[in-house]
């Protein structure tokens, strides 16, 4: 176990609600090690090199289409990294992560996401927000999402500020596949179907899942979710 008492902080929300931009904030403003779990898998399904591995291609099929990937693949590489992270004194945000009832919880013979950070952080070290949209802003949001296609960066949309650029490194921007219309109703109705169950387990085991409003900017809701850590 870490001797430095880190944190770890983990932020739900359905798609488009600023997930990723809250912890990208919690890293550069308050020295998080932001563990975005999406862009760590999404890379690795893309990444040429895994091209011939049968396992992440069926992956690969699965994230295309806007699906969870398989929870025993994404949960062993998660407490990997996260074992690490611990060992390396890091205080970790997860935006969105973990994503399934199995990731989370496991099962009799699989400890799953919670119990493990518990273990390596200490419960009282472990604080839950779920931010809380719109379904309408999550299909807005998402439509008009661009990253960059270098560093990977999230670009705020902004209608009357339109960049073609990454305004950090330079790189063209993109659309992600994950942010067609159609994928996005997919990945909404996999938010709703298996990842909302988990809060309730969650507050079961008396984890307090603090609510927050994340439909203003995304510094009002940095500031809101800052008074809980403070």
Same mark, same amino acid.
């Given at each position: 176990?870490?001797l ?16 990723g ?11 998080f ?5 999406g ?13 011939n591995?049968? #396992? #992440? ?8 289409l ?7 693949w994404?949960?062993? #590489? ?15 945000v997860?935006s ?5 009832f ?31 949209v ?16 270098l560093?990977g960066?999230?670009?705020l ?13 330079g ?10 219309p159609e994928?996005i109703k ?12 988990i809060f ?9 899942i603090h609510? #927050? ?7 009002i809701v940095?500031n809101?979710?800052?008074?809980f850590?403070e």
């Amino acid at each position: 176990m870490n001797l430095f008492m880190s944190r770890v902080v983990i932020i739900y929300g359905q798609p488009g609600a600023g997930k990723g931009t809250e912890a990208n904030l919690l890293a550069h403003l308050k020295g998080f090690y932001h563990f975005d779990t999406g862009q760590y898998l999404e890379e690795m399904v893309h990444d040429p090199k895994f091209q011939n591995d049968k #396992i #992440i291609q069926g992956e690969k099929k699965l994230w295309d289409l806007g699906k969870l990937c398989t929870p025993s693949w994404v949960l062993e #590489i998660v407490k990997k990294k996260v074992e690490a992270l611990d060992k390396a004194g890091l205080s970790v945000v997860f935006s969105g992560s973990p994503r399934t009832f199995f990731e989370a919880f496991g099962d009799e013979k699989t400890e799953g996401l919670i119990s493990y950070l518990k273990k390596l952080f200490g419960r009282d070290n472990i604080l839950i927000f779920l931010l809380k949209v719109h379904p309408d802003t999550t299909l807005h949001r998402n439509s008009n999402r661009l990253v960059c296609s270098l560093c990977g960066q999230p670009i705020l949309y902004l209608p009357d500020c339109i960049m073609p650029y990454c305004p950090f490194c330079g790189g063209k921007l993109r659309k992600r596949i994950l942010d067609n219309p159609e994928v996005i109703k997919t990945r909404l109705e996999e938010y709703r179907s298996r990842t909302s169950p988990i809060f309730a387990k969650l507050e079961e085991g008396e984890y307090k899942i603090h609510e #927050i409003d994340a439909e203003p900017m995304p510094e009002i809701v940095f500031n809101s979710l800052v008074k809980f850590l403070e």
